[in-house]
């Protein structure tokens, strides 16, 4: 399946946000993408086929994902239980 990130050349202010300033090279691309989800949760960020996916939508979906790898890395023992906690906290709703 071909997923197809919207391009919206007017959006000036998505495009601020992602290329504002010496700080913003010392973000990580999903801080980045949290930055762009919080100010716009109902914008579309991407389409799957024909079906248009929000940017609050995807961070929720990016999110049950990290918690399933990290439960996943803890079952195996591959971290303890103090970075599993730590790690979590870092992720949203």
């Known amino acids: 399946m071909?997923?197809?990130p919207v391009q919206n050349?007017?959006?000036e202010r998505?495009?601020?946000v992602l290329s504002?300033?010496?700080e913003q090279l010392e973000e990580t691309l999903v801080e980045r993408f949290e930055k762009i989800a919080h100010l716009?949760?109902?914008r579309i960020a991407l389409k799957m086929g024909e079906v248009p996916v929000s940017y609050a939508e995807l961070n929720g979906l990016s999110n049950r994902v990290a918690r399933a790898i990290l439960a996943e890395r803890y079952a195996r023992g591959e971290i303890d239980l103090e970075e599993y906690?730590?790690?979590l906290g870092n992720l949203e709703g």
């Open 2 to 4: 071909y997923i197809n």
């Open 85 to 87: 906690r730590e790690r």
């Open 9 to 11: 050349p007017a959006d």
């Open 40 to 42: 716009y949760p109902h």
């Open 14 to 16: 998505i495009n601020e």
């Open 20 to 22: 504002s300033g010496r």
